[in-house]
Nanobody
Framework: QVQLVESGGGLVQAGDSLRLSCTAS????????MGWFRQAPGKERDIVAA????????YYPDSMEGRVTISRDNAKNTVYLRIDSLKPEDTAVYYC???????????????????WGQGTRVTVSS
């Protein structure tokens, strides 16, 4: 099995920056794009960022307003998410996801991923 474990969440203040981490372990596939999603109570799980295996291709939705950066360190089987200028609206549980892929591309839909972490909660105070 593949396990994804997120870390780095917590209570932060509006305007701060935060870096989340997600580490994969177990029987990791040879190549796997990864993504970050978030879900607030009563809301849909939405894409935050995505990155291909080699790290050179990234995706950020307009809804993130250019405030996020995704990166990865494959030697550590870890993907990172940096969020700048945090807003109360960023409050959510953040999930990382992975999917084996034979091509070095990224995916932006939750339905395209088959491995998920349990999430790390981010609470942004006013």
């Amino acid at each position: 099995q593949v396990q994804l474990v997120e870390s780095g969440g917590g209570l932060v203040q509006a305007g701060d920056s935060l870096r989340l981490s997600c580490t994969a372990s177990g029987r990791t596939p040879s190549t796997y794009p990864m993504g970050w999603f978030r879900q607030a109570p009563g809301k849909e799980r939405d894409i935050v960022a995505a990155v291909n295996w080699s790290g050179g291709m990234t995706y950020y939705p307009d809804s993130m307003e250019g405030r996020v950066t995704i990166s990865r360190d494959n030697a550590k089987n870890t993907v990172y998410l940096r969020i700048d200028s945090l807003k109360p609206e960023d409050t959510a549980v953040y999930y990382c996801a992975a999917v084996p892929s034979g091509s070095d591309y990224y995916y932006t839909l939750a339905s395209e991923y088959n491995y998920w972490g349990q999430g790390t909660r981010v609470t942004v105070s006013s």
